[in-house]
Nanobody, 126 residues
Framework: QVQLVESGGGLVQPGGSLRLSCATPVSALRFYNVGWFRQVPGKEREGIAWIHRSGTTTYYGHSVKGRFIISRDDASDTVFLQLNNLDAEDAAVYYC???????????????????WGQGTQVTVSP
């Protein structure tokens, strides 16, 4: 069982930035690929970024490519998501997720992730 904890969400103005973190109470994240998703009420959970456990390969969803950056730090066993140039359409609850089936070919599918955090709210408003 892997428990994930997201943090770093909050209120930001359009054009602003936030840095989200995904960590585990017990060191384990370094062994897994990790994905970030977001969800707004009434819509499906959207895969927005993914990073291989080695940190050498990353993927992004079309809506965030060029603005968001996923990274990981094995020393702290944390995965980060840097959100830049935010706009109103980025407002959502952001989740990190992981699991042994979260491989590159299917990274956008929520169903392949076995472990999820509780989510952190990102609000974009003037």
């Amino acid at each position: 069982q892997v428990q994930l904890v997201e943090s770093g969400g909050g209120l930001v103005q359009p054009g602003g930035s936030l840095r989200l973190s995904c960590a585990t109470p017990v060191s384990a994240l370094r062994f897994y690929n990790v994905g970030w998703f977001r969800q707004v009420p009434g819509k499906e959970r959207e895969g927005i970024a993914w990073i291989h456990r080695s940190g050498t390969t990353t993927y992004y969803g079309h809506s965030v490519k060029g603005r968001f950056i996923i990274s990981r730090d094995d020393a702290s066993d944390t995965v980060f998501l840097q959100l830049n140039n935010l706009d109103a359409e980025d407002a959502a609850v952001y989740y990190c997720a992981t699991g042994p089936r979260a491989v590159a070919e299917v990274w956008t599918r929520p169903g392949v992730y076995d472990y999820w955090g509780q989510g952190t709210q990102v609000t974009v408003s003037p």
